[in-house]
């Protein structure tokens, strides 16, 4: 699609077309695009954003968790090797988990890791707005959840991300 991305640009694009401007919004998971372009036209950027999240809380348990573990750890293996997306390594860097240091780089490794064991997914949360102290303060209190209210909760972050994203991407 053309630049500036715009709704009507969305609304009039063709499937292939919207899906491919929208894949990256949610995390590797084009799917939540293909699905939400079945339900257009979107008369506002909060209307495309609700179609995609319900786009994910319709989807099975296993679509969500493949959306989720497609999230990579903050701070993680793939961030110290360059290989997130643009996206996330701007959120990341934003929030300052591009800079940390080694104890503070450990801390966040040992968090992911104990998250990861507990829940066999990564933890989500927007790091818009965030700062690494707020970001570790996080991981603690959701250690304590059961998987359910984390699947859920992983969820409704990586609606707030996406949401962040939309806001960059599309004109309104």
Do not use: C
Request: glycine share 4%; hydrophobic share 45%.
């Amino acid at each position: 699609m053309e630049s500036p991305v715009t709704i009507d640009g969305l609304n009039k694009a063709p499937a292939e077309a919207f899906t491919a401007t929208l894949a990256e919004v949610f995390e590797s998971s084009p799917w939540v695009a293909t699905r939400a372009a079945d339900v257009r036209p979107f008369l506002s950027l909060d209307a495309l954003h609700s179609a995609m999240v319900a786009a994910v809380r319709q989807a099975s348990v296993e679509d969500q968790l493949r959306l989720i573990r497609a999230h990579p750890d903050l701070a993680g293996k793939a961030a110290l090797a360059g290989e997130l997306t643009n996206s996330s390594a701007r959120e990341q860097a934003g929030a300052g988990l591009d800079s940390l240091t080694p104890r503070e780089l450990a801390e966040f490794q040992a968090l992911n890791e104990a998250y990861r064991s507990r829940f066999q997914f990564p933890f989500i949360i927007a790091v818009k707005g965030l700062d690494k102290y707020a970001i570790l303060s996080a991981y603690k209190p959701r250690l304590t959840h059961d998987r359910e209210q984390e699947i859920d909760t992983a969820i409704m972050e990586i609606a707030k991300i996406a949401r962040f994203r939309l806001d960059e991407l599309v004109t309104h």
